[in-house]
């Protein structure tokens, strides 16, 4: 009797141990990483606030510049008359599925051209001007004569977060 107790406990410690440590093993990939930061360029598509919460709808692209943007431009354009990327740079976009990003209410925003508020000339470069968050979203839905969805931007991604937003120039 003392045997089939005894032989009982250890089956019983065993397979819970085993259990343990499967489940433990099963939910290693399902934890969400904290502190994880990630860029993305993207073209963006709209900017609007849903429960009290700014949010950035976007469409992932792979930019390329110099020698890199070359073999990219020679690899999807197979028939160009051209070798060349034209004004250095190539954008890649295999995949137009559109994502939806949180921007923190504390995201930094440079921009590089846009409408200058009461200004009538055409927009002119300024290289990394800083903008608050309020005004990039003033600026992107108004459309006078330069349209933001037009320019690719970096984003630097924290936690599932956009906390900073570069505007790319292009020519």
Do not use: C
Request: net charge negative; aromatic share 8%; glycine share 4%.
């Amino acid at each position: 009797m003392k045997k089939r107790i005894f032989l009982g406990l250890i089956v019983l410690v065993s397979t819970t141990l085993i259990l343990g440590l499967a489940n433990a093993k099963g939910n290693v990939g399902h934890k969400t990483p904290t502190n994880t930061t990630t860029n993305s360029t993207v073209f963006i598509h709209n900017i609007n606030e849903a429960n009290g919460q700014l949010l950035l709808t976007s469409d992932e692209i792979q930019w390329y510049e110099d020698e890199e943007a070359n073999l990219q431009f020679r690899e999807h354009e197979e028939d160009a008359n051209e070798q060349e990327a034209l004004d250095g740079y190539y954008i890649v976009n295999d995949n137009s599925e559109l994502q939806s990003l949180r921007i923190s209410p504390n995201a930094e925003v440079i921009m590089q051209i846009y409408d200058q508020p009461g200004v009538t000339a055409e927009p002119e470069l300024n290289p990394d001007e800083a903008v608050s968050l309020k005004q990039f979203k003033a600026l992107f839905n108004q459309m006078d004569r330069l349209d933001l969805r037009d320019y690719p931007f970096h984003l630097t991604i924290k936690n599932g977060e956009v906390i900073k937003i570069v505007q790319q120039f292009i020519p």
